[in-house]
C-alpha cells in the first residue's frame, strides 16, 4: 500500500506565493521521478513540473521562473514552491511518483485558488 499526502493548497491573492509538500509512504521502493500535476475546471490534467532523482528537473511553460520543484528523497518528499501567482493558476495541483518498474501512483489533490 502506498499514500502520498499532500498539503499546502489553499486560497492566495494574485501576486502571492503557496508552498505544496507530498510525502510518499508504504511499500514504495527506488523513486524515480516526483512531480507536480495541475487540473482547471473544464480542463484537462497538465504537467506543472518533475524531478528526478538525479535533481533533473521539468517545468512547464506557463510556470517557468515562478515556481520551483525540490525534493528530499531520503524522506520520499518532493515541494513546489509558487510564488507570483495569478489566477489562472487555480486548480487542483496533484502529487505524481513513478517508482522502479514503471509503477505509477497519484495523490488525492490539493486545490489552490489564486484569487482577490
Known amino acids: 500500500q502506498v499514500q502520498l499526502v499532500e498539503s499546502g493548497g489553499g486560497l492566495v491573492q494574485p501576486g502571492g506565493s503557496l508552498r505544496l509538500s507530498c510525502a510518499a509512504s508504504g511499500s514504495i521502493f527506488s523513486?524515480?521521478?516526483?512531480?507536480w500535476y495541475r487540473q482547471a475546471p473544464g480542463k484537462?490534467?497538465?504537467?506543472?513540473?518533475?524531478?528526478t532523482r538525479g535533481t533533473t528537473t521539468n517545468y512547464a511553460d506557463s510556470v517557468k521562473g515562478r515556481f520551483t520543484i525540490s525534493s528530499d528523497h531520503a524522506k520520499n518528499t518532493v515541494y513546489l514552491q509558487m510564488t507570483s501567482l495569478k489566477p489562472e493558476d487555480t486548480a487542483v495541483y496533484y502529487c505524481n511518483v513513478v517508482a522502479s518498474g514503471a509503477r505509477i501512483y497519484w495523490g488525492q489533490g490539493t486545490?489552490?485558488?489564486v484569487s482577490s
Open 111 to 113: 486545490p489552490v485558488t
Open 31 to 35: 523513486i524515480n521521478i516526483m512531480g
Open 44 to 51: 484537462q490534467r497538465e504537467l506543472v513540473a518533475i524531478i
